[in-house]
């Protein structure tokens, strides 16, 4: 199943060839507009976090955008703006100026928005462009340590037991720890209550204090709790294992093929920004990504670069809106 964006009655002609280029490959038809910009970037960039300060996708951000500042010669100065599953921030970038100043530093949760609300104040197809895949923090299958399994399949066997008994929390309705519990409980055809909190960090705590049995969580915000046997992983949510947790098996190995449900990030811009910034930005971040201080950085945090070119992000893009639309429909979970 796709999710079809209407399309807008007009379009100015700049950005429909800047559309066109970034999403077909077709750079030669911007070389004007590149050409016209003189150096970028000429001042400070901002960079808008739709979350709030010192969450996992604001540590990351924070992280890349200190390192993005002195690839480029220019501040890029975080501006958290959080509400309403990143919808706020993510619809002041939709409307600001497209001049490569102003750039959203966005999650996963972009692709399951359009189908969780109605009504959004932006369009994902229309009012932005790629300009890369940044990082993916695994999401792990965490358990209250009071719950006597030690193995997925204990584990959905004790829930089978008592349908409708246990309960999982998250970091709020439609977010991806929201999302992928959901996910794994139709795939495993399981009963449960879910919670939703204002951020993972009181989830985190009711599920150590066993007010709730379950939850799929970012390794880097439970792992406290994982190292302090406050609570129990038992599965990873990854393609593969990841190096921080070798002996935790993933999804796929403990009895679901083809699983995967990961917390990406990435970056986008407003439509009609222009291709010498869209370059850049995507040159640098690229670079960024691959030097070895945020290699190290990234790994304590449990996270792993991506980085690639703006068609493949729009490629991404494209199946994450499908799956995740899917995946919401066949819940009938909506927010308004």
């Not at 004007?32 to 970028?40: C, L, T, V």
């Not at 197809?125 to 193995?151: C, G, Q, Y």
């Not at 309705?173 to 960090?201: D, N, R, V």
Request: charged content about 15%; glycine content about 8%; some cysteine.
């Amino acid at each position: 199943m796709t999710f079809q964006h209407p399309k807008p009655l007009y379009v100015p002609r700049r950005r429909t060839l800047l559309r066109a280029a970034l999403f077909a490959g077709t750079a030669g038809a911007l070389s004007p507009f590149a050409s016209a910009q003189g150096d970028y970037p000429s001042r400070p960039i901002t960079m808008v976090v739709p979350f709030p300060p010192g969450g996992p996708t604001d540590v990351v951000a924070r992280l890349l955008c200190d390192r993005l500042g002195r690839a480029l010669k220019q501040s890029v100065i975080i501006e958290n703006r959080p509400g309403a599953n990143a919808n706020i921030g993510t619809g002041v970038v939709a409307k600001a100026p497209a001049d490569g100043y102003t750039v959203l530093y966005n999650t996963s949760s972009i692709v399951m928005s359009p189908a969780l609300y109605h009504s959004l104040p932006y369009d994902l197809n229309r009012d932005f462009v790629p300009v890369a895949l940044t990082a993916v923090v695994p999401l792990a299958l965490v358990v209250n340590n009071d719950l006597p399994v030690h193995s997925v399949k204990e584990f959905v066997d004790y829930a089978k037991a008592h349908p409708g008994k246990l309960s999982y929390g998250s970091a709020g309705s439609g977010s991806p720890t929201h999302l992928a519990a959901l996910q794994f409980a139709q795939a495993a055809g399981i009963e449960a209550t879910h919670i939703p909190y204002k951020g993972t960090a009181p989830a985190d705590i009711d599920l150590a204090a066993g007010q709730l049995q379950f939850m799929t969580d970012t390794i880097n915000t439970i792992a406290s709790f994982v190292k302090g046997k406050r609570v129990r992983m038992l599965a990873l949510m990854t393609p593969k294992r990841v190096s921080l947790y070798p002996d935790i098996p993933t999804l796929a190995e403990s009895g679901f093929p083809g699983f995967e449900a990961q917390a990406w990030q990435g970056l986008l811009v407003p439509t009609g920004t222009p291709a010498k910034a869209v370059e850049t930005l995507n040159a640098e971040i690229n670079r960024v990504l691959k030097s070895k201080d945020v290699l190290d950085a990234l790994e304590l945090q449990g996270a792993a670069p991506l980085g690639g070119t703006p068609q493949e992000y729009a490629a991404y893009l494209k199946k994450e809106l499908a799956r995740w639309t899917a995946v919401i429909k066949s819940a009938g979970v909506t927010l308004d």
